[in-house]
């Protein structure tokens, strides 16, 4: 029996994979598309077949307080547990097609990694919580080799991986896309006070957790819901966690709506601020996103695009003025 399913009734078995705890009889597939119950087995028909590979540097993920400055090859597959109107990457998320033409083991990704001189692996493109059978087998491999393994991820894990994440994946980045309910279950295919949960939940199992919101015009950028954003943050996660506030750009089926606005994103940088919050970098905009002291406010480490220019940082991650320690993972531990 695979380690994410559980019985339901004499028909149908339960996906552990993700909160919606799909209930599936024989030959049926779950919301994702790419989970079956084959025999009363759950098999995760993507295992082994990405649609995606890339060396992109860490920053790109976007994670700035893990591993500055360094390559991670990223991987990713067809399918996801959302159906948001404004994906980025929609040709493949929102497709069940796999193609099958390359059987990549999870031996040869972390060869990959190797070749590339990558120090992570990161599961992104789609929702990697739909292949976490493949990821977690990946990620296994790849601590073999001291390489280090990255979520970005929509936060919809079930409470049964993110326990079994600890001691295997070392960094995540949420997308946390709104604080409204009903927006979440409409238009997104989720419920908010469940990835609340699973945020909290990374927290207390120390996973080094960054969030990214996509701030997409009318739809979740009102000053109230980015207030209640960044307070959450600060409140239950801690006024360390980097906050990404990403620009949208029209895509898939929200293309008659505006780009964010640096001005808006200005904006929701001032109210996280106001909220305490210690990191808030501004993406997809093309502004310089430097990591200051938050004692004594000198810039530590610069960043230009996705580079790093200088890193001040001393023993890995103090102050050079103040001796602050900044939070995060900046050398091997």
């Known amino acids: 029996m695979s380690k994410f399913q559980k019985p339901y009734d004499n028909e ?3 996906c552990t994979l993700c909160k919606h705890y799909c209930k599936l009889k024989e030959g049926q597939t779950g919301i994702c598309g790419v989970n079956k119950n084959s025999n009363g087995e759950m098999e995760c028909l993507v295992y082994g077949y990405p649609t995606a ?16 400055d360094s390559k991670s090859l990223s991987i990713g597959t067809v399918g996801c547990n959302f159906h948001c109107s404004f994906c980025q990457n929609w040709t493949i998320s929102q497709t069940s097609k796999i193609d099958k033409s390359t059987y990549y083991s999870p031996q040869k990704i972390v060869e990959l990694a ?13 929702e990697p919580t739909i292949f976490y059978p493949y990821a977690r087998d ?19 894990e079930s409470e049964e991986v993110i326990n079994d994440m600890i001691g295997i994946i070392d960094a995540v980045n949420v ?20 990835v609340l949960d699973g945020l909290k939940l990374f927290a207390k199992h120390n996973i080094w957790l960054e969030i990214t919101t996509l ?11 980015v207030r209640q954003i960044a307070q959450f943050i600060a409140n239950e996660l801690g006024v360390h966690v980097p906050w990404h506030i990403s620009a949208f750009h029209p895509s898939y089926k929200e293309n008659n709506l505006p780009s964010t606005s640096l001005e808006s994103l200005k904006k929701a940088y001032d109210i996280g601020k106001e909220a305490g919050l210690q990191h808030i970098y501004m993406g997809n905009i093309g502004v310089e996103n430097h990591t200051l002291c938050p004692s004594c406010k000198m810039q530590l480490i610069e960043r230009k695009a996705f580079g790093v220019g200088q890193n001040k940082l001393q023993n890995s991650n103090q102050c050079p003025n103040c001796d602050y320690k900044i939070e995060g993972v900046f050398y091997e531990q």
Not at 114 to 126: D, F, P, R
Not at 178 to 187: G, I, L, W
């Open 138 to 156: 990946i990620a296994l491999e790849a601590k073999k080799h001291n390489i280090k393994n990255i979520f970005v991820t929509d936060g919809y």
């Open 53 to 68: 590979l890339a060396v992109d540097p860490v920053e790109k993920k976007p994670l700035y307080h893990f591993f500055p």
């Open 215 to 225: 701030l997409v015009p009318g739809k979740n950028d009102s000053e109230e819901e």
């Open 175 to 194: 997308d946390l896309k709104a604080f409204n309910e009903q927006y979440y279950k409409k238009e997104l295919g989720g419920e908010l006070n469940k």
């Open 114 to 126: 190797i070749e590339n001189n990558c120090q992570s692996i990161s599961y992104t493109y789609n």
């Open 12 to 14: 149908r078995i339960i």
